[in-house]
């Protein structure tokens, strides 16, 4: 089952300044804005060296954003849940070939990287009052933005049906080379009879 995992070098980014460092982008970036302004900057350098910012709607969003949440809560113990809200996910990479084309990517089997940059934003703490709905999540604008980093991993999802290719291929060149043999010995057979018949 594909899934998102930590990226390398670095998962969680606190400065988007180190993009560069994390080899996220190709050119250095300076923020010198309030978080609002710098996470702006950021999205425009990303989409400029080929980022695609995922809309709300996309599945893949989700699934990104889910995973990065483990991440954030589970695994690094960098908030509590209800503390952070994801502002926007950018998706790279994964290109397949060799294709026909758009349509017929059949013969597709090697693919690039995919990776994905989830923006996270600290939320500021609210007061819950028993009996209503939570308030909306508001954002801290005074803290910088988070980014986690994340490669897909496609997991064994090919591996059972290349296991079942190859092991009927095999099952298939024994059965043709019985079926020769046989054949050979028939042959051999019918001309030792013929042969004897003659005397």
């Known amino acids: 089952m594909p899934t998102w995992e930590p990226a390398e070098p670095a998962t969680i980014i606190r400065d988007a300044q180190l993009f560069q460092q994390v080899e996220i982008l190709e050119q250095p970036l300076k923020l010198t804005g309030t978080a609002a302004e710098n996470s702006e900057t950021v999205a425009k350098a990303l ?17 990104a954003v ?18 952070f809200v ?16 758009e349509s017929l990517d059949f013969f597709a089997f090697f693919h690039e990287a995919r990776y ?10 609210q007061r819950i009052e028993p009996g209503r709905a939570p308030a909306r999540p508001k954002v801290d604008e005074s803290q910088e933005r988070r980014y ?11 591996q059972p049906a290349m296991f079942i290719t190859l092991g009927s291929l095999i099952v298939f060149v024994i059965l043709c080379w019985l079926m020769h043999r046989r054949d050979l010995i028939l042959r051999e057979n019918l001309a030792r009879s013929r042969e004897l018949e003659k005397v």
Not at 47 to 63: F, M, N, T
Request: net charge negative.
């Open 47 to 63: 989409e400029s060296e080929g980022w695609v910012r995922l809309d709300e709607s996309d599945p893949q969003r989700g699934q």
């Open 66 to 83: 889910a995973s990065s949440d483990d991440l954030l809560i589970n695994q690094a113990d960098e908030f509590a849940a209800g503390e």
């Open 86 to 101: 994801s502002v926007a996910v950018f998706d790279r990479g994964g290109e397949r070939w060799p294709k026909i084309n």
């Open 116 to 125: 994905a940059l989830v923006e996270v934003a600290p939320v500021v703490p």
């Open 148 to 158: 986690v980093y994340m490669i897909r991993d496609l997991g064994n999802r090919r």
